[in-house]
């Protein structure tokens, strides 16, 4: 009777290390073989660059999707360097868009001038006000604002080929400046009580000729652009997370892949 449980118990831990095996093999070397997306980001914190947060939702819901990343960023030197611990500007400091940027990506990261739309079937922008900063003038200029030249060309790009567009929090106001028309959404148009701290930029949408949209998600499928609030709202983490999740699931079904 030993013998007999001695070799069965054999053959479970056998079975056991050989399911282990292969769990552990197919997370090392899963390969993706979806949609190749491009993530263009603008710095590394809330206030002078990419909302760590959102370009981290991101990146977990295209892994998900089994989307293939790549992370850009321009090599130009940030607005400004902001003391997150104090909120304010760090006198006498200057930081790279692209070497800040490197922080979030792990070092994969690529200058933007290299993106190329015909190498990708998507693109997506987290927020952050780098974006509002770096990638762009909005944060002093508002409507009047100029946009990065490459960021201007990739827009241009990925829409001019059909492939689709996403933007969260603060970063629609890019897709707003350079595509006329084009419908997006950054939450609501009123603060209600301090919940949408940032509400006023949905009138400067406006006013750069775009349709704003009172949404938690909104897909443009005439411009293949897809919209999220993220942090335009004072909500809980979870909730972002899954706001972020549900754009990207819409931009790689749009992608078609």
Same mark, same amino acid.
């Given at each position: 009777m030993f013998a007999v449980r001695s070799v069965a118990s054999k053959s479970y831990l056998s079975l056991i290390k050989h399911r282990a095996l292969s769990v552990g093999l197919l997370h090392s070397s899963g390969n993706c073989y979806g949609a190749k997306v491009a993530v263009v980001l603008s710095g590394c914190g809330v206030y002078d660059g990419t909302e760590i947060h959102?370009?981290?939702?991101?990146?977990?819901?295209?892994?998900?999707?089994?989307?293939?990343?790549?992370?850009?960023?321009?090599?130009?030197?940030?607005?400004?360097?902001?003391?997150?611990?104090?909120?304010?500007?760090a006198e006498k400091e200057s930081?790279?868009?692209?070497?800040?940027?490197?922080?979030?990506?792990?070092?994969?990261? @690529?200058?933007?001038?290299?993106?190329?739309?015909? %190498? *990708? !079937?998507?693109?997506?922008?987290?927020?952050? /006000?780098?974006? &509002?900063?770096?990638?762009?003038?909005? @944060?002093?200029?508002?409507?009047?604002?100029?946009? %990065? *030249? !490459?960021?201007?060309?990739?827009?241009?790009? /990925?829409?001019? &080929?059909?492939?689709?567009?996403?933007?969260?929090?603060?970063s629609p106001v890019l897709a707003a400046k350079v595509l006329p028309g084009v419908e997006v959404t950054v939450g609501h148009e009123e603060e209600e009580g301090g919940k949408w701290p940032y509400a006023g930029t949905a009138q400067a949408i406006t006013a750069l000729g775009a349709k704003h949209c009172v949404k938690e998600v909104h897909v443009d499928q005439k411009n293949k652009v897809v919209t999220s609030p993220a942090f335009m709202c004072e909500t809980k983490l979870h909730l972002i997370f899954d706001g972020i999740g549900a754009m990207v699931k819409e931009v790689l079904r749009l992608s078609g892949k």
């Open positions: 959102e370009a981290s939702a991101i990146l977990v819901h295209l892994s998900r999707g089994g989307a293939d990343t790549q992370m850009y960023a321009p090599n130009i030197f940030q607005m400004h360097v902001i003391d997150h611990s104090k909120g304010q500007p930081r790279n868009v692209l070497s800040e940027s490197a922080r979030i990506a792990r070092g994969n990261i @690529a200058d933007l001038a290299q993106l190329n739309a015909s %190498n *990708h !079937d998507a693109v997506i922008f987290p927020g952050g /006000f780098g974006a &509002a900063k770096n990638l762009s003038t909005f @944060a002093v200029d508002g409507k009047d604002c100029k946009v %990065n *030249h !490459d960021v201007d060309r990739v827009l241009k790009d /990925f829409h001019k &080929a059909g492939k689709p567009i996403g933007l969260c929090c603060i």
